[in-house]
């Protein structure tokens, strides 16, 4: 299916776009960079239990599921996606003020369901913006997403050292401030008009596509990304709190999570030198095993005392347990999926990981509560059955692309 012809408007590529595009990146992951490692440690200085945050950090994983697609629609069929992801930024901006609220349990739930509708979609709408830019005008899209990867990077580091020094209260401060600033540079967002295609996660294309792409190979697959990635539940949610809990200071923790962004980004770089000759069912397998690995040694560290340099050795295994995954999800769709419906596979595959995450996120609230950080080894069958449904995709994968 060939795109529709740019206009006369579109064929003009607005100054800096490469610049102004890179600074929606770098700011808009500051936020993200936070909340994922130190929010948690925030819900439980304000006295809650790990049932209470699991249930505040899934519920919205269980929302944004059904939300964002439905946004990401809208925003395709708006005069300029810039306009709606400056709104959205700007109401995350709005919301995010509710964390200063009293610190009730209904309130921060309430807060946390309505951040995540107007929050989630800002990432795949700033990919849409930049896509465009590279359809359009031969941009780079790597050069300008890695000021993402570097900004989430140095949010870690900054994070860990700033809540050292002030203790979790300043969390919500600093997811406040950063999403200011994305709003600053949302305000310089370069105008595109309408895009030619749908969005990676348009409902619509989803709607008109999706049967196609109900095949055993595709639903296998994309069940095992999904379920293998739910496995690092636990570790999103408590695993920062559990740092805390054995006398790991604030900074260090902000390492800790630093050194997996860092290992994840130099198998990215590398992938391709290593695994490139290597199949996709196989790939997944060596990340499922290293999912495994990881969830076995997490509990043996510090009884074996191998200390701090045992978690960053283990946090070494993100480059196989997360990057591995979701290149190999690329990889597939790549392999299997016409361009055509490329988005339609796409948003099947972030339903199915959202899905998971959140329920695996509910189950592990409980889970730390009862067993402390041997909760990761409940984790290991999570990633076994996972594996299973890759090896039951392998049985059933196509001889000839998907829809071609």
Not at 252 to 260: D, N, R, T, Y
Not at 296 to 315: M, T
């Amino acid at each position: 299916m060939s795109l529709p012809p740019l206009s006369p408007e579109q064929r003009i590529k607005p100054s800096h776009f490469e610049l102004r595009i890179s600074l929606i990146f770098a700011t808009l992951f500051v936020s993200q960079g936070t909340h994922l490692p130190y929010f948690p440690l925030w819900l439980q200085a304000k006295g809650f239990h790990a049932e209470q945050i699991a249930v505040i950090l899934a519920a919205p994983m269980f929302l944004r599921v059904v939300t964002t697609p439905m946004l990401t629609a809208l925003a395709d069929r708006a005069k300029d996606r810039a306009n709606v992801y400056i709104a959205l930024v700007a109401a995350s901006m709005v919301v995010s003020a509710g964390y200063f609220l009293p610190a009730a349990y209904a309130i921060v739930l309430a807060v946390s369901l309505l951040l995540t509708i107007v929050w989630t979609p800002h990432s795949p709408m700033a990919d849409s913006l930049a896509l465009s830019g590279v359809r359009r005008f031969g941009s780079n899209y790597t050069t300008m997403r890695k000021w993402g990867s570097i900004a989430y990077l140095c949010a870690n580091i900054a994070g860990g050292f700033i809540l050292a020094a002030t203790g979790p209260q300043a969390v919500p401060v600093i997811i406040f401030v950063a999403l200011g600033a994305a709003l600053v540079a949302a305000l310089a967002a370069p105008r595109m008009g309408r895009p030619r295609k749908a969005s990676p996660l348009s409902a619509t294309e989803i709607q008109h596509k999706a049967p196609s792409l109900f095949n055993a190979y595709f639903l296998y697959f994309t069940l095992g990304v999904g379920v293998i990635t739910a496995s690092h539940a636990f570790l999103y949610g408590f695993v920062s709190i559990y740092w805390k809990s054995i006398g790991i200071g604030d900074s260090v923790v902000g390492l800790l999570w630093a050194w997996g962004v860092v290992s994840e980004v130099g198998m990215f770089l590398f992938f391709n030198r290593i695994f490139s000759s290597v199949s996709v069912v196989k790939v997944m397998v060596i990340a499922g095993i290293g999912s495994i690995v990881r969830w076995i040694a997490f509990p043996l560290v510090w009884p074996l005392g191998l200390g701090v340099g045992g978690f960053f050795l283990v946090q070494s295994l993100h480059s196989v347990s997360v990057a591995m995954v979701l290149i190999g999800l690329q990889k597939m769709i790549g392999e299997t999926a016409s361009e055509e419906r490329t988005g339609a596979a796409q948003g099947i595959a972030y339903f199915f990981n959202g899905f998971f995450m959140a329920a695996v996120t509910l189950a592990s609230g409980p889970l730390y509560d009862r067993l402390g950080v041997d909760g990761f080894w409940a984790m290991i069958p999570i990633a076994v059955i996972g594996m299973a449904l890759i090896g039951l995709a392998a049985r059933s994968a196509p001889k000839l692309p998907v829809g071609g």
